[in-house]
């Protein structure tokens, strides 16, 4: 069974920074495209950031871009996403999100299959 587990999200203040882990189970994502969501009270879910994990290929919202970091290690089968300067609208439940299929390409798409539960990130001003 695919179980893709988050945590480290918190509350921290404006300016702060928190790093986020995505770890994988009951799948290999060695050359695959993960990413990270979030979705804030009343608001529409929305792409953060992905990573293509057999590469170097990044992608990031134009919100999260220069504060925030999507890594991966591949021997842990963990996805990371480092949170800097962190904004009180950075509030949100972050979800990780995977896929199993080969995509041409990777980047910050709607039709992941796989989902985490979510983590809360709490940013005060």
């Known amino acids: 069974q695919v179980q893709l587990v988050e945590s480290g999200g918190g509350s921290v203040q404006a300016g702060g920074s928190l790093r986020l882990s995505c770890a994988a189970s009951?799948?290999?994502?060695?050359?695959?495209?993960m990413g990270w969501f979030r979705q804030a009270a009343g608001k529409k879910r929305e792409g953060v950031a992905a990573?293509?994990?057999?590469?170097?290929?990044?992608y990031y919202a134009d919100s999260v871009k220069g504060r925030f970091t999507i890594s991966r290690d591949n021997a842990k089968n963990t996805v990371y996403l480092q949170m800097s300067s962190l904004k009180p609208e950075d509030t949100a439940m972050y979800y990780c999100?995977?896929?199993?299929?080969?995509?041409?390409?990777?980047?910050?798409?709607?039709?992941?299959?796989?989902w985490g539960q979510g983590t809360q990130v709490t940013v005060s001003s």
């Open positions: 990573i293509y994990t057999g590469g170097r290929s990044t």
């Open positions: 009951g799948y290999t994502y060695s050359s695959n495209c």
């Open positions: 999100a995977a896929t199993r299929s080969v995509w041409i390409g990777c980047g910050i798409r709607n039709d992941f299959e796989d």
